[in-house]
């Protein structure tokens, strides 16, 4: 299994804990009527929670070491890939100090998980799209060469 193959795995856990995060909190803060009881969606929140944050630095430890290999050639793609990633890192560990040790400053969590959120779906989506688009233009290729 090659490094992307496995950064992309990666990624659909990535994305799933995020959202589950996400859909969790939302249902806490948002809906009158719930099916599960607010403790247990808060319990679904932190365990998402640090699993989304755990594969985070899993897939930027991975993604630096691809950076290091680069070197200068680096694609726009992975510019903006590399700087979006960034800034999730930065919004997420801002969001884990607020809620950790700034707690006067807990009414601004809600917009922070949502950044966090949005950057981790463009993110996924920018590599997910261009993955996708190159896996069809070599099966094009690979299906005419075979017909050659």
């Given at each position: 299994m090659s490094f992307f193959e496995?950064?992309?795995i990666?990624?659909?856990?990535f994305v799933a804990a995020g959202l589950a995060a996400v859909a969790s909190m939302m249902t806490v803060m948002g809906r009158s009527e719930?099916?599960?009881s607010v403790p247990a969606l808060k319990?679904?929140?932190?365990?998402?929670?640090?699993?989304?944050?755990a594969l985070l630095l899993v897939l930027a430890?991975?993604?630096?070491?691809?950076l290091s290999s680069a070197?200068?050639?680096?694609?726009?793609?992975?510019?903006?890939h590399w700087s979006i990633?960034?800034?999730?890192?930065?919004?997420?560990?801002?969001?884990?100090v607020v809620v950790r040790w700034f707690k006067q400053f807990l009414k601004f969590a809600p917009v922070m998980g949502m950044i966090v959120i949005i950057l981790a779906l463009v993110v996924a989506t920018l590599s997910a799209v261009f993955f996708v688009m190159a896996w069809s233009s070599y099966r094009r290729y690979r299906d005419t060469c075979l017909t050659c």
């Open positions: 496995v950064k992309t990666l990624a659909v856990f719930r099916r599960m319990t679904i929140h932190r365990v998402a929670g640090y699993t989304f944050a430890a991975m993604g630096l070491s691809h070197g200068d050639s680096l694609s726009v793609r992975g510019v903006l990633a960034s800034m999730l890192v930065f919004v997420l560990a801002l969001k884990i």
